[in-house]
């Protein structure tokens, strides 16, 4: 069993600053691409940033130059640093991991956190 916890979420004022972090634990062997999502109300859910196990990374648009994505591979666990928010930024953000699990190596399945919920007020 794999489990994605993120942390880290809350409400903030448009121009402030968060840290998303999101934690795996259970039975990892490793881990490939880590990925930051988010669905805001009404709207479909969007892939904010992602960075592979080498490190690389890609942005949405719509944050690159305010957020940035890492990751701490001894810990299994990603952050999304966020700044310059704005209240478009409103939304809960999922974690999610491509997961090789001890066991079935060369199998990789995806597994999500349950989200939290960032709130950026004007």
């Known amino acids: 069993q794999v489990q994605l916890v993120e942390s880290g979420g809350g409400l903030v004022q448009a121009g402030g600053s968060l840290k998303l972090s999101c934690a795996g634990s259970?039975?990892?062997?490793?881990?490939?691409?880590m990925y930051w999502y988010r669905r805001a109300p009404g709207k479909q859910r969007e892939l904010v940033a992602v960075i592979a196990s080498g490190g690389s990374t890609n942005y949405a648009d719509s944050v690159k130059g305010r957020f940035t994505i890492a990751r701490d591979n001894a810990k299994n666990t990603v952050y999304l640093q966020m700044n310059s928010l704005k209240p478009e930024d409103t939304a809960v953000y999922y974690c999610?991991?491509?997961?090789?699990?001890?066991?079935?190596?060369?199998?990789?399945?995806?597994?999500w956190g349950q989200g939290t919920q960032v709130t950026v007020s004007s």
């Open positions: 259970g039975n990892i062997f490793s881990i490939n691409a």
């Open positions: 999610a991991a491509d997961v090789v699990v001890h066991g079935r190596v060369g199998v990789t399945s995806a597994y």
